[in-house]
């Protein structure tokens, strides 16, 4: 009775050591499969995206680390399930011993290139994310300068465009008048307003017209007129203007919308 207990007790205690023995090769099984497969996954998107990684420091030496420690990976495993095999069913061969010791050797070699792929991975990011970064910022620096001039060209055609509509412009001898551009970046619109007024300007009364045109159609936008103390105005730009006043026969509403639209947006 007491050797079939003690029997009963050897045959649970190695079938605990058989299932540690079992879960442990799970466990390792899966783990190799993770960074086998994770290894394998990385070569392949350093393939795909060589051109935009190739800037970075040592993407050669990453890439074939990566790829050498896949394939030791996949090495071991093989090593290792037959070493495991014979040692869990007793078939130990003479082979055995050489078997276990080009396993540990592979074994060494996967670990090593594993730990120096993920931690040239780290400083590889690194160095992709401080030149994005950088490129970013030089990107950002030369598309200022280059709206800067671009603004600064279209502003001078602006004002082209204004000289001409003042030499179209005809006045008689008792006038004279004067032009003013303003270009807006926003809308990618050129505004010019004409100022009519009185040549003598110690002579009696008073006399002001503005005129605001569209620069590149020459199209007339809106009109307001003072002349001594009887004022009237007219926006004509209907799409863009809805008449909100009609004061002084629209005066009041045609000097806020040339106002509006001659507004140097340089000096907000």
């Avoid at 800067?148 to 003042?166: D, M, N, P, Q, T």
């Avoid at 007339?220 to 007219?234: D, I, P, R």
Wanted: aromatic share 12%; charged share 20%.
């Amino acid at each position: 009775m007491r050797e079939s207990s003690g029997q009963e007790r050897d045959l649970k205690i190695e079938e605990l050591r058989f299932n540690e023995r079992q879960h442990s090769y799970d466990l390792t099984q899966k783990l190799s499969y993770y960074v086998i497969s994770a290894e394998l996954i990385f070569c392949g998107y350093m393939l795909l995206n060589a051109n935009e990684l190739a800037g970075i420091h040592g993407v050669r030496f990453l890439y074939c680390a990566c790829g050498f420690a896949a394939i030791s990976g996949i090495l071991w495993r093989f090593f290792y399930n037959e070493t495991n095999h014979q040692n869990v069913h007793g078939t130990k061969g003479r082979f055995y011993r050489g078997l276990l010791i080009v396993q540990l050797s592979v074994y060494c070699i996967f670990v090593v290139l594993s730990l120096v792929t993920f931690v040239w991975i780290l400083v590889a990011g690194f160095n992709y994310l401080k030149i994005t970064d950088r490129s970013r910022k030089e990107v950002a620096t030369t598309s200022a300068q280059t709206s800067g001039s671009e603004i600064f060209h279209l502003r001078s055609e602006c004002a082209v465009l204004g000289e001409k509509l003042l030499n179209k412009s005809i006045v008689g001898s008792a006038l004279t008048q004067n032009q003013t551009s303003h270009y807006n970046p926003q809308t990618n619109r050129c505004f010019v307003e004409i100022d009519v007024q009185r040549a003598d300007l110690k002579a009696p009364g008073f006399y002001l017209k503005r005129y605001l045109y569209d620069g590149q159609t020459q199209e007339m936008l809106a009109v307001s007129s003072n002349e001594n103390g009887s004022k009237s105005g007219m926006v004509y730009e209907g799409a863009h203007h809805k008449t909100t006043d009609l004061s002084y026969a629209g005066y009041d509403d045609a000097e806020v919308y040339i106002n509006a639209m001659m507004n140097d947006d340089r000096q907000e």
